[in-house]
C-alpha cells in the first residue's frame, strides 16, 4: 500500500464551476489561449519546467479553473458544458496486488477484529489492561479501535500482536493435492471465420515462424525450387517482388507455434489446448484425438457448451502434445461465421479445474452465431442482454480463477466494449493489434501468470475520512472491491476525501491510520487474509503536502480514474479530471524520478484528452448529442440519474473498438 504523498491533506478540498468547448482539444489549444497568463507557483521554480510540460499548461489550466478569463475567452456556442470540477489532491493511496507473490509475517492465531468497524488489531494498535485487584489476578485486556474509536474487550498473547506492518493470516489449509507451479492451462480460442482470410500485402520478403514440413505453412511464401535447385520467385506480371501476401490467419498461426515452442522449452508441464470458431466451434484440445465439433442450435445452449468443454479438456501436457498440435494449427482453414461467444463459453470450462489457467482469444471479427452474438444489436434490451452475456461469463471465469486475455486484430471491429470486460474482469490483457504484431502480444500475455485468485480487497479509513469512487463521495469510511484474479501488474487506486465535521479532531491529532485487507487464494488452494496497516501524518498546508507526493502514485491513480469516469460515459467530466489532476502534478513535480512518472502520465493524458475530444466532435457532427447529457446533474435528482444511465448506454453501445480498448488499458495502467 502507497500514498499519494507523505502526508494527509486536511485541507479543505475546492471545487470549481467551468465551462468547457467539448469539441475542442484542452491538452494543447488551451496552452496557447491562456500562455499569457502563466504565473507558476512557488513549488515549481519559473526556470525548471518538469518534462512534458508544454510552456504555458499550469497558466491554461488555472483559466480553466475558475478564472474570469476562460469564460470570456471562449465563444458561447452549442458544444460548450457546464461542470463543477473538484480540484485534485494527494490524497490517494495504491495497492500492488504483485506484492502478494511476496512473503510476509505469518500471524499466530487469529485475527482479532473490531466489533464496529470490523478492522484488524494490528502493530499500531494499542492494548491497555486493566484490573479491578491489587494482584492482577483479573486483568483485563481492552483495544480501543483507531480507525472507529470503539473500545473492544480481548484476549490475547503477546504473540498473537503482529509486529510488522503486513501480516499474512491462513484461512483455510491448501488442498491435500496441489500441482506444481507450471502445471497449468493455456487455451488458445481462435477465430478461423472467412474474414481471417482476409491478406496484407507487406514490404519485403516475410518468413513467418511454423510447421516447415506444412505445406500450409510453405503458402505463405512465394518462393519456390527451380530445377536448377536455385530459389526462384514466382509472381504475375508487373507484379512487384519485393511484397509477400499473408492472411490473418496465417499469422495467428505463426505466432501460436511459436508459443507452443517456447512453452515446450520453458514450461513442459504445462496443458496447451486448442479451440477453433467460425459457425461452429471446434474442440481440438491437445490433439490426442480428433477434433471435436458443436453447432446448431446447440450454440445457444450455455449448459450444453460448458458440459462440451468440461468433457474435452486436455489431458497431455505440451511436452507431449506439441507436434500434434502444431501439425492441427497449421491445418486450419477460414471460412464461414464467427461463433466467438459460444468458444469461449467452451474455453472457460475446458479450463474450469485447474485455478489460475489462461484463455487467449484472438478475433478479428463481431461476434454473430450463437450466445452473445452482437451483429443485430437494434433495442435497449438487446444491448444489455449482449453486455449481460458477457459479464456473466467473466464473473464464471473468475470465480474459477481463470484468466482472458482478448487479441483484436485490426481492421475491423469485434466490440472490445463488450469483450473487453472478459479481460477487465479476470486479470487479462486487451490488446487491438496489426497482425505481425501478433507474437509479441502473445508473449507479453503469457509472460504474467495469474498470482493468485478469488482476490477481495478491504479499505479502512479513519472514520473522519471517506472514499470517493469514480469522482462521486461515499458517505462511508471503508469499501469492499471484488478483485478476482491477480498478476504481478495488477493494481487500484482508491481516492479519499476529508469529512467537514472531522477537520477540528484532526487538529489534535498527527496522524491517522489506513488499512487494507486482502483475502485471496492461492494457486495451491491456500486462502489467506493479509492485513497491511499504516499511518499517515496529517498536514492542513497543501504546497507542504504536494513536495512530498508520490507522483508515480499519483499518475497511476489520474490514469485508472478518469478512464473508469469516462467508462460510464461521462466524458467532459473525465477530460477535466485528466487536466485537474495534471496541474496538481505539474507543481509536485521537483525530482527526477517524479519527472519520469509525470512524462509517462503526459503522454497517456494527452493521447486520452484527444481521442475524447475527437470523439466528442464526432458526435455533434453526426447529430447523435441528443443523446447524450455532459451537463452537471439538474436539480431533479431522480431526471438527473435517468440522463446519467441514458448517456452511460447510449455511449457504451457507440463505443468504437479504438476507444475501448484505450479504456480497457487505461483502467489497467501501471
Not at 536448377?228 to 519485393?242: S, V
Not at 475520512?465 to 504481478?488: H, K, P, W, Y
Not at 491456500?526 to 503536502?545: D, L
Request: proline share 3%; glycine share 6%.
Amino acid at each position: 500500500m502507497e500514498f499519494g504523498s507523505s502526508f494527509v491533506s486536511a485541507e479543505t478540498e475546492q471545487n470549481v464551476q467551468v465551462e468547457l468547448d467539448a469539441d475542442e482539444n484542452l491538452w494543447d489549444d488551451a496552452s496557447q489561449i491562456f500562455a499569457e497568463q502563466h504565473n507558476p507557483p512557488a513549488a515549481v521554480p519559473p526556470n525548471e519546467s518538469a518534462p512534458g510540460v508544454v510552456p504555458g499548461v499550469l497558466g491554461q489550466q488555472a483559466a480553466l479553473f475558475g478564472s474570469s478569463a476562460s469564460s470570456s475567452a471562449r465563444p458561447s456556442k452549442a458544444s460548450v458544458v457546464k461542470k463543477r470540477v473538484r480540484v485534485a489532491n494527494t490524497n490517494v493511496l495504491s495497492v500492488d496486488f504483485g506484492t502478494l507473490a511476496a512473503g510476509v509475517e505469518l500471524a499466530t492465531g487469529d485475527a482479532l477484529v473490531c466489533s464496529n468497524c470490523a478492522a484488524v488489531l494490528n502493530c499500531h494498535s494499542t492494548i491497555a489492561t486493566r484490573s479491578s485487584s491489587g494482584d492482577g489476578h483479573d486483568a483485563k485486556q481492552s483495544w480501543t479501535c483507531e480507525f472507529c474509536s470503539n473500545e473492544n474487550d480481548i484476549d490475547c498473547a503477546p504473540e498473537e500482536i503482529p509486529k510488522a506492518n503486513s501480516v499474512d493470516y491462513i484461512v483455510a489449509p491448501p488442498a491435500t493435492t496441489v500441482a506444481s507451479e507450471d502445471s497449468r492451462m493455456i487455451v488458445f480460442c481462435i477465430d478461423v471465420s472467412g474474414s481471417m482470410g482476409v491478406s496484407y500485402e507487406i514490404q519485403g520478403k516475410v518468413q513467418l515462424r511454423g510447421h516447415e514440413k506444412l505445406g500450409r505453412l510453405q503458402s505463405t511464401l512465394d518462393i519456390e525450387r527451380n530445377h536448377y535447385g536455385q530459389q526462384a520467385e514466382q509472381r504475375l506480371p508487373n507484379e512487384r517482388h519485393d511484397i509477400t501476401y499473408i492472411t490473418r490467419l496465417q499469422c495467428v498461426q505463426a505466432a501460436v507455434a511459436a508459443q507452443l515452442e517456447s512453452l515446450h522449452r520453458a514450461s513442459p508441464n504445462t496443458r496447451v489446448g486448442l479451440v477453433t470458431f467460425n459457425n461452429e466451434v471446434t474442440v481440438v484440445g491437445d490433439a490426442a484425438a480428433e477434433p471435436k465439433i458443436i453447432n446448431g442450435d446447440r450454440l445457444s445452449n450455455y449448459e450444453e457448451l460448458e458440459q462440451f468443454g468440461a468433457q474435452n479438456q486436455p489431458s497431455k501436457s505440451i511436452q507431449e502434445s506439441k507436434d500434434g498440435l502444431i501439425e492441427r494449427l497449421f491445418s486450419l482453414e477460414e471460412g464461414g461465421s464467427t461463433a466467438l461467444g459460444p468458444a469461449l463459453v467452451t474455453a472457460v470450462s475446458m479450463c474450469s479445474a485447474l485455478p489460475g489457467s489462461k484463455i487467449v482469444l484472438c478475433t478479428d471479427g463481431l461476434s454473430n452465431v450463437g450466445l452473445g452474438a452482437l451483429d443485430e444489436l437494434h433495442s435497449e434490451a438487446q444491448h444489455e442482454a449482449a453486455a449481460g452475456f458477457y459479464e456473466q461469463l467473466a464473473r464464471s471465469a473468475q470465480q474459477r480463477g481463470v484468466s482472458i486475455s482478448v487479441v483484436s486484430i485490426k481492421g475491423s471491429d469485434c466490440s472490445i466494449e463488450n469483450v473487453g470486460k472478459l479481460a477487465e474482469m479476470t486479470a487479462g490483457a486487451v490488446e487491438r493489434v496489426e497482425p505481425l504484431d501478433i507474437a509479441k502480444n502473445f508473449q507479453s500475455i503469457l509472460s504474467l501468470p495469474v498470482l493468485a485468485t478469488a482476490v477481495k480487497a478491504t479499505i479502512l479509513l479513519h472514520k473522519g475520512l471517506f472514499i470517493r469512487r469514480e469522482g462521486q463521495d461515499l458517505e462511508q469510511s471503508s469499501d469492499v472491491v471484488d478483485i478476482g484474479n491477480v498478476t504481478a501488474e495488477s493494481s487500484i487506486t482508491v481516492e479519499y476525501g476529508v469529512s467537514p465535521s472531522a477537520q477540528v479532531e484532526f487538529r489534535r491529532l498527527s496522524s491517522l491510520p489506513f488499512q487494507l485487507q486482502i483475502s485471496y487464494t492461492r494457486l495451491d488452494g491456500m486462502k489467506c487474509m493479509r492485513v497491511i496497516t499504516k499511518s499517515q501524518p496529517i498536514t492542513f498546508n497543501r504546497t507542504q503536502a504536494e513536495q512530498a507526493a508520490n507522483v508515480d502514485v499519483l499518475s497511476r491513480n489520474a490514469v485508472q480514474q478518469t478512464a473508469r469516469i469516462a467508462s460510464k460515459g461521462d466524458y467532459a467530466g473525465a477530460r477535466l479530471a485528466n487536466l485537474s489532476h495534471k496541474v496538481m502534478m505539474s507543481r509536485a513535480v521537483r525530482t527526477p524520478a517524479q519527472q519520469q512518472a509525470f512524462t509517462s502520465y503526459a503522454a497517456q493524458g494527452e493521447a486520452f484528452e484527444a481521442e475524447l475530444s475527437s470523439v466528442q466532435r464526432s458526435e455533434r457532427a453526426e447529430g447523435r448529442t441528443d443523446a447524450f447529457n455532459d451537463e452537471d446533474a439538474s436539480s431533479d435528482e431522480a431526471n438527473s440519474e435517468d440522463k446519467k444511465q441514458q448517456t452511460s448506454k447510449a455511449r457504451r453501445s457507440a463505443r468504437s473498438d479504438t476507444t475501448s480498448t484505450m479504456l480497457y488499458k487505461m483502467k489497467q495502467w501501471k
